[in-house]
């Protein structure tokens, strides 16, 4: 089993910053790619990027790249999203998620997920 934690989460204006948390514990060896997903009230989980727990390569959507980045700190367990320029499009509650294995844009391919944290741009 792996547990995910996310934090970070809060109440940011238009154009402004924030950065996520989510640290992992339990079976983290068994990690392949970490992912982030959003998901909006009335709307359908998204994709917003994937880091490779070992080797850092990272994937994002057209919708997010160049404003959001994925790192890692291995050593911590730690992933973090950092978000700029932010929308009131982006307002969301956000969950990190962790998989073995399978497509990185899928969330059907992830096995664990944290308890979300939400991100509320207001303009």
């Known amino acids: 089993q792996v547990q995910l934690v996310e934090s970070g989460g809060g109440l940011v204006q238009v154009g402004g910053s924030l950065r996520l948390s989510c640290a992992a514990s339990g079976r983290t060896l068994s990690i392949y790619t970490m992912g982030w997903f959003r998901q909006a009230p009335g709307k359908e989980r998204e994709f917003v990027g994937s880091?490779?727990?070992?080797?850092?390569?990272?994937y994002y959507p057209d919708s997010v790249k160049g404003r959001f980045t994925i790192s890692g700190d291995n050593a911590k367990n730690t992933v973090y999203l950092q978000m700029n320029s932010l929308k009131p499009e982006d307002t969301a509650l956000y969950y990190c998620?962790?998989?073995?294995?399978?497509?990185?844009?899928?969330?059907?391919?992830?096995?664990?997920w944290g308890q979300g944290t939400q991100v509320t741009v207001s303009s």
């Open positions: 998620a962790a998989h073995s294995g399978g497509v990185i844009a899928a969330s059907s391919s992830y096995e664990y």
């Open positions: 880091i490779r727990w070992r080797g850092g390569s990272t």
